[in-house]
């Protein structure tokens, strides 16, 4: 451990003994015809043997720069690049630490001239576009995008791959301006290698209508497009991989793609039983991503690292194949199509303690549970990009979904009064089979006028989801006490609910001032209609069949939501600042028929006004601020609409409230951005606060046997405030070593107004999480990542009996990799979480550590590695959660240590057919 220690005090504070020369160049860039300041333009520094980047930066509003670095070199390269201009190259002599170039005078460029040389700059800022030149920022050998993003300026990849630029999250990928593999980023950044990309632009997101017909997009979400090197453009490459371990764990995957120009093929499979995505490789996740991140849905399909897969949780085994195609079918029709199947199996168990608030006393319910999932899901994408002209485009995408599961679930249950007398048990056993389809079709058709902005756009969204189930269940409910019961059930459930959806939209957009004030005329219509069907039969013992029908437990209802929208936008849009607002009068209409019991069918008509605003500021292309307001309507759901008495549970009754109110919302949210790429620090931050009328919330009464009767109602005074701000900054310590260090606040405070056994009262719930990391890397030895993050919760409820309650807990992890000896990669993942508010009986704190060894060979497109998953046998997920209605404590079944060895060999033809790029295209920056 001493030797341990002392290496890793030598690899961070060891000094390199070579002198430096420390300097300073400043100037200030105006344009030679008008002698106005040129803002934005890239001015960056290249070694002159061998033009690799020093450094660079951004000119300011007043056309003012500063470059800051050390070096050994006696002189470097100085060059300038702005979108318009010539660019402008120099030799600077570093002789002085601070060295004046003056006011520089910028050619316009001749867009006739037929010789321009390529651009090297490091960035490009253009109107709405921030461009990355990949060749310009060094990252480790075999290197993929993921690994690039996370060492451009402004840029973050979390552990599970989700990006941020300057603060805001990048919610598509694009490949040469087309999806790659869907909209899921991660298998672009982490399948793509570095190597055939040419530039990283980033840009707001939008459709493609609204690119097409000039609409701002999305302000809050980036896109990000890699654009191919034009000789990479054709070829093939791909990944194959497998690996085995201990206790049977294994992994498979591969993924092959073909490149043609404007056609690519991609292929991808795999399977394990590692809790990872079918195609993980276990290697570092140079590939897809190690699973470290997972999430379950309502429906039994789980998430791991975003990305959604087949049903279950505990010990998943899944299977995965998928294709990908896109191409450009004839000058102005482009296609992309993807399939992809997803196919899991589980087991899980489950252990909940829950100590329920009551206004005047306590009751415990503790609960186990053991259930198994298998499921198949088939997805199938389309999309046609049409133009029929430079003013005319057509955007097709139907799309397709197909899924079969199996569960058993098996629960025992028991409720507990303030004195630990037992109240009532239960115990539950089910096997459920479901079928589900859902078909969808978006069709936009976008037509422009003129060169002012005009434009007349038609959306039509259809949507048709079906799901069947067969429901076997046996439960047994024991209530005792003064009115003892026994409920006994063996019944069969067939059930089925069906979708149908249509949306559709006319808008057509009136330029009051050319390119600038814009007033849009929009109506839009949406109808849904479902039907729910629920036949459950009980056992016959005589017939020995499930024959004898149960109407209280039996549905068959029809409802339908339609909505339809007149409205007006007005936007306003500067160079630096855009303003919109938006109207519309909202008429809506919910209608239910039941079928079984005709007397609860109900129509009610709702009317409301929902309005929008939003004001964008672009300080600078180093900062901006976003800003908005919103006022939305909500209607109650049918189920809490219905005065229909749920019996489905023996220990809660549902009731729903027909004289409910539509909910009224009101949002602001306001957000700040800043980025200095030469000091390399970034400030981001972000306020929202939500208030809303007419909230419908459930209303409870317990009896003395602690079996519930639940109805719903509106009430006032519901609000929630959550902000957010982090700090990050890169400082060079030499050429060799950076230093980063972030930290961030985020905070989350939310009042809600509930009902406890008939007694109204609201509770304040606040979280405050601290968090801090630093990011030491050396480049080809090591990089080291501590961080830290704590969390405080608070509630605080208005009613005396209640206690407030208090919570923290703390997670601490560190993230190491050295790059030594050569060929040789060893990452750690160690983290420590405690959170000594879990009740006894749970695991209040663990050690995490995962260990990774990877040895390249054969020319580094092989790869051997030695994984060590939970090194330290102590993963848990022992979870405390806190409700104005409960305390709850749980934990379930997780994957524990495991050893693998795995090999991955990759290939790439990328470049070797010919395309070589002899016949550059020149451009002017």
Avoid at 73 to 92: A, C
Wanted: glycine share 6%.
């Amino acid at each position: 451990m001493k030797k341990l220690t002392f290496l890793f005090m030598l690899l961070c504070f060891s000094v390199s003994f070579s002198q430096s020369n420390s300097f300073k160049i400043s100037g200030s860039l105006i344009s030679e015809d008008d002698k106005t300041p040129l803002e934005s333009a890239t001015i960056y520094l290249e070694r002159v043997v061998d033009s690799s980047l020093v450094t660079y930066t951004i000119s300011d509003k007043n056309g003012k720069f500063l470059l800051q670095e050390k070096t050994y070199d006696k002189s470097l390269n100085l060059t300038i690049s702005y979108v318009g201009f010539q660019s402008f190259t120099k030799k600077v002599l570093i002789d002085k630490e601070t060295i004046d170039l003056g006011v520089i005078e910028l050619k316009t460029a001749n867009l006739l001239d037929e010789v321009v040389i390529k651009s090297r700059a490091p960035i490009t800022i253009k109107k709405d576009t921030l461009e990355f030149n990949v060749s310009s920022f060094k990252t480790k050998k075999d290197a993929n995008v993921e690994d690039l993003l996370k060492e451009l300026p402004g840029v973050e990849v979390d552990d599970e791959g989700k990006i941020k630029v300057n603060g805001k999250e990048v919610n598509k990928i694009l490949v040469n301006g087309k999806p790659f593999f869907g909209d899921d980023p991660t298998i672009t950044t982490r399948n793509l290698t570095k190597e055939i990309i040419e530039k990283v632009q980033i840009t707001d997101t939008k459709t493609d209508s609204e690119a097409f017909s000039g609409e701002e997009g999305d302000k809050d979400n980036k896109t990000i497009n890699l654009t191919i090197k034009e000789e990479n453009n054709k070829g093939t490459f791909g990944r194959l991989s497998a690996g085995v371990g201990t206790d049977e764990r294994y992994e498979l995957a591969g993924m092959i793609n073909f490149f043609d120009n404007d056609q690519r093929i991609s292929v991808l499979a795999g399977g394990n039983n590692t809790n990872s995505p079918g195609f993980s490789f276990g290697e570092i996740q140079k590939m897809f991503g190690g699973g470290r991140s997972m999430m379950m849905m309502s429906n039994g399909s789980f998430a791991i690292d975003g990305r959604s897969f087949g049903g279950g949780q505990g010990i998943v085994t899944s299977e995965n194949i998928g294709a990908n195609y896109a191409d450009e079918l004839s000058k102005g029709v482009d296609i992309s199509a993807d399939y992809f199947l997803a196919a899991s199996s589980s087991e899980e168990k489950s252990k909940t303690n829950r100590e329920n608030i009551l206004p005047d006393s306590r009751y415990y319910t503790n609960s186990s549970s053991i259930s198994s999932n298998d499921s198949d899901n088939h997805s199938a994408n389309l999309k046609f990009d049409i133009e029929i002209d430079s003013t005319f485009l057509i955007n097709v995408s139907p799309r397709f979904r197909f899924s079969k599961g199996k569960n058993i679930f098996n629960r025992d249950e028991q409720s507990l009064d303030e004195a630990n007398t037992l109240t009532n048990e239960s115990t539950t056993s089910s096997f459920v089979e479901t079928t589900s389809k859902n078909i969808g079709n978006d069709l936009d058709i976008t037509k422009r006028f003129g060169s002012d902005g005009a434009f007349l756009k038609s959306t039509l969204n259809l949507e048709y989801n079906n799901s069947e189930t067969d429901n076997f269940l046996n439960s047994e409910t024991n209530i005792y006490g003064d009115n003892p019961n026994d409920i006994i059930r063996n019944q069969f459930t067939d059930g089925e609910q069906t979708l149908k959806s249509i949306y559709t939209s006319l808008t057509y957009r009136l330029p009051l001032i050319s390119k600038t004030l814009f007033l849009d005329f929009k109506y839009s219509l949406r109808s849904d209609k479902r039907e729910s069907i629920r036949s459950t039969y009980d056992f016959d013992s005589g017939s020995q069949e499930y024959s004898l029908f149960n109407d209280q437990l039996s549905t068959n209802f029809n409802y339908e939501n339609r909505r339809h929208t007149p409205s007006l936008d007005v936007t306003y849009r500067k160079e630096k600042w855009s303003i919109s607002v938006d109207a519309g009068y909202v008429f809506r209409t919910l209608k239910n028929s039941d079928r079984l019991r005709p007397n609860l069918s109900l129509e009610q008509d709702f009317k409301a006004l929902e309005i929008g605003a939003n004001f964008d500021y672009q300080f600078s292309p180093k900062a901006s601020m976003y800003s908005g307001y919103n006022l939305r309507n909500q209607p109650p759901q049918i189920d809490q609409l219905q005065p229909f008495q749920d019996v489905s549970d023996p220990l809660n009754t549902v009731t729903g409230n027909p004289n409910l109110e539509p909910s009224n919302s009101h949002s602001l949210y306001f957000g700040y951005n800043s980025f200095d790429f030469q000091s390399g620090s970034g400030f981001y931050s972000y306020v929202s606060a939500n208030l809303t009328n007419n909230q419908v919330v459930s209303k409870t009464t317990i009896d003395d046997d602690l079996v519930k009767n639940t109805t719903y109602t509106n009430v006032n005074g519901v609000y929630s405030v959550y902000t957010s701000a982090n700090y990050s900054k890169t400082v060079k310590l030499d050429t060799l070593r950076t230093l980063k260090y972030r930290i961030g606040l985020y905070s989350n405070t939310s009042r809600n107004i509930n009902f406890n056994n008939d007694v109204k009262y609201a509770s304040t719930y606040t979280t405050v999480t601290p968090n801090a990391s630093v990011t030491f890397n050396w480049k080809k030895i090591m990089e080291i990542v501590p961080n830290y993050r704590l969390s405080f919760t608070n509630n605080v409820f208005d009613l005396d009996g209640f206690d407030n309650q208090n919570f923290v807990s703390h997670t601490l992890g560190v993230r190491t990799t050295t790059f030594v000896p050569k060929k040789f990669e060893w990452r750690n993942d160690i983290n420590f979480n405690y959170n000594p508010n879990i009740a006894s009986g749970f695991q209040k704190s663990a050690w995490f550590w995962n260990s990774t060894l990877t040895y390249s060979m054969l020319k580094d497109k092989g790869t051997l590695t030695l994984k060590v998953y939970d090194l330290l046998n102590q993963n848990t997920n022992a979870v405390r959660t806190a409700t104005a209605n409960y305390i709850q404590d749980s934990q379930s079944t997780v994957l524990q240590q495991y050893f693998m060895v795995s090999f991955s060999w990759k290939f790439n033809s990328l470049g070797q057919k010919g395309e070589t790029g002899n016949g550059d295209i020149f451009f002017f920056d």
